[in-house]
């Protein structure tokens, strides 16, 4: 079940992991934080008044480290971000990916 933090952003990077209460959220385009989590546990949180459901969420964006090289790419091109010829491994291309978003 998709959830989140009650309408709490963050500050990261679209597309970042961020942890809280144990679990991995997700930083949405709007900010927000969306984890999917397991029913029973969503069920739990959502009782105890720490997370809300989200109906028919989902992430926008994958983490940068799960993605493959093609998926860098296409991340990087959509963002006016040059890789360079000479980036050809998935962390070369990371490194250039992070370092743009850091100066942005």
Request: overall charge negative.
């Amino acid at each position: 079940m998709k959830v989140t933090m009650n309408g709490r952003k963050s500050n990261a990077d679209v597309g970042t992991t961020v942890s809280h209460f144990g679990h991995t959220f997700v930083v949405q385009e709007d900010k927000t934080l969306v984890a999917e989590i397991d029913e029973k546990m969503a069920e739990i949180e959502v009782a105890s008044g720490r997370l809300s459901k989200v109906e028919g969420a989902e992430p926008t964006s994958k983490v940068l480290t799960d993605m493959k090289l093609d998926e860098l790419r296409a991340y990087a091109k959509e963002r006016g971000i040059t890789i360079g010829a000479d980036n050809t491994t998935k962390d070369a291309i990371l490194a250039v990916i992070q370092a743009a978003e850091a100066k942005a």
